[in-house]
């Protein structure tokens, strides 16, 4: 789905039954006004003495009708003789109806005329980047600097073509519906390159989707993409590590054996998937317990290949949530992820003296990563009752195989663990993006950084300080000791489920515990 981020901060007004129109927005009248006539201030007006046509429209009231004031005695013969007739009375501006169909002319006319920010003032015009809040400020915008790892591969970049008005702060955060497929808005002005992950999603995905599912999921997709890549990325991500493989096989078994078949798996420890009300009632009970009410648009689509995406949209952090992944026991799970997570570490590390790129180099900042996608997957899963780490598992052994196996072997190969075709395809498609012709052995590596960072959290959770490595901000954990006596820690904030940190530690045991990780096979993979 492609969505919609001119909609974080701007109301569309065409929805209103009475509103004001576009003209509204300029001015009372689109003619300039005649010469006005000066009067004696000191000159009483009488209350029913004739208007002259010089002085007829010398005020403008509120709501658009003409002001009552009458011209002074010495005018009126004057005004007798050249009278013309009296315009017919309006309606006020503020109860004017536009016509549905001369609305678009109008609001052509306006958005010619009303004052835009900069980046929505032209084409050439500098836009904003569409940033994530995933990763490690390595620019002038400090962490609002975009991150691929949670970026959908269906996510597509683009501001809305039509206007709207403003909508004030404090009204936010807003759930804005998304646009639907094949109406996405043109991208960017001034973007010179769209997301990593947005670049890799391919243009023909829907007619090779079907052509895969057509041939009985024999036939190799052939993608075709906007913008090929840089060697130098697709090199970065082709090789898939086995470190962790053991350790994700073993996950996946273990659910295997309690429910049977993930599908089963899903039913039992998700829930039902929720309404839109739910989702909006879940959301802001959830912003209450992290004091972030105002601060977070949300926004739901139907169609994210990810769970949910947390972005900056014309300066705003956005929360774009999947509503098919949206489970009764699961949809908070995600929003620690995003807002406990990744969004309050963003927070937390625009405070401290390594939130640029140069700082970062300074202090000599190992890369944020796996650290970050391996704590916010942790704590996706931290309260369940049964918090089996399956889907990053999944997304580990799929990239895996992905990098000896064609598009379709991988698809039959992975049906050990997923049944679903609908499911697979999403799995495999996330494994081979960035892949011209499937047929080659190739893979796209970034999907393992979950696992891999969850293992190495683990592995290290009896020495870590949760709260400072939260505190720092975007932070490897291998860094926090040497970096604690330069933090700022005035104004930094800490999610509310890691306030005590001896039940935390008792979460991540049970994590342990329940995914039948070994510790003893940790500590000899990372010494």
Request: net charge positive.
């Amino acid at each position: 789905m492609v969505l919609d981020p001119g909609e974080v901060c701007m109301d569309r007004v065409e929805g209103e039954g009475v509103g004001r129109s576009s003209r509204d927005l300029l001015e009372p009248e689109s003619r300039a006004d005649p010469p006005r006539t000066t009067t004696d201030p000191g000159t009483t007006p009488k209350p029913r003495a004739k208007r002259s046509n010089a002085t007829k429209r010398e005020q403008v009231s509120h709501n658009g009708l003409p002001a009552q004031t009458d011209p002074p005695d010495s005018e009126r013969g004057s005004s007798r003789a050249r009278a013309t007739p009296r315009p017919p009375l309006r309606r006020p501006l503020s109860l004017e109806m536009t016509p549905q169909r001369l609305r678009g002319s109008q609001e052509q006319m306006a958005d010619r005329r009303i004052l835009q920010p900069p980046w929505r003032s032209g084409a050439a015009a500098p836009s904003p980047p569409t940033r994530s809040l995933t990763s490690p400020s390595l620019g002038p915008g400090g962490w609002m600097r975009r991150s691929e790892s949670t970026c959908s591969v269906n996510y597509s970049l683009g501001l809305r073509a039509s206007k709207g008005q403003l909508r004030p702060a404090t009204s936010l955060p807003h759930i804005a519906k998304g646009v639907g497929v094949g109406m996405g808005p043109p991208p960017l002005p001034g973007s010179s390159r769209p997301c990593l992950l947005v670049a890799l999603r391919p243009l023909n995905l829907e007619q090779e989707k079907q052509a895969f599912f057509q041939s009985d999921y024999k036939y190799e997709p052939q993608f075709e993409y906007a913008q090929p890549e840089p060697s130098s990325v697709l090199e970065k991500y082709k090789e898939g590590s086995g470190l962790f493989l053991e350790q994700a096989v073993g996950i996946m078994e273990c659910v295997l054996r309690k429910f049977g078949a993930y599908e089963d798996f899903e039913e039992a420890t998700g829930g039902s998937v929720l309404p839109k009300s739910r989702v909006w009632a879940s959301v802001r009970r959830y912003l209450h317990k992290e004091g972030c009410v105002g601060e977070v648009v949300v926004c739901l689509s139907e169609e994210l290949l990810s769970q949910a995406v947390m972005m900056v949209e014309s300066c705003r952090p956005t929360l774009t949530i999947n509503l098919a992944g949206a489970r009764q026991h699961w949809l908070e799970g995600m929003l620690r992820h995003e807002i406990g997570t990744h969004y309050l570490r963003g927070v937390n590390n625009n405070l401290q003296p390594w939130s640029t790129a140069a700082g970062r180099k300074q202090f000599g900042l190992k890369p944020a990563n796996p650290t970050e996608e391996g704590l916010a997957s942790l704590h996706s899963v931290l309260l369940r009752k049964q918090p089996y780490l399956w889907r990053a598992a999944l997304l580990y052994y799929t990239v895996y195989h992905a990098a000896s196996m064609s598009f379709s072997q991988l698809f039959a190969h992975i049906a050990r663990f997923v049944q679903d075709p609908a499911v697979r395809w999403e799995y495999c498609l996330r494994a081979k993006r960035g892949q011209t012709d499937t047929s080659q052995p190739g893979c796209f590596s970034k999907d393992q950084v979950y696992l891999d960072g969850i293992l190495r959290i683990l592995r290290h959770r009896r020495s870590i300080d949760f709260k400072m490595l939260t505190s720092l901000g975007k932070v490897s954990y291998e860094d926090v000791e040497r970096l604690r006596h330069l933090a700022v820690l005035r104004r930094t904030r800490i999610p509310h489920f890691m306030q005590d940190q001896e039940r935390y530690l008792q979460h991540l045991d049970h994590i342990v515990a329940i995914n039948e990780v070994d510790d003893a096979q940790l500590q000899h993979l990372l010494p």
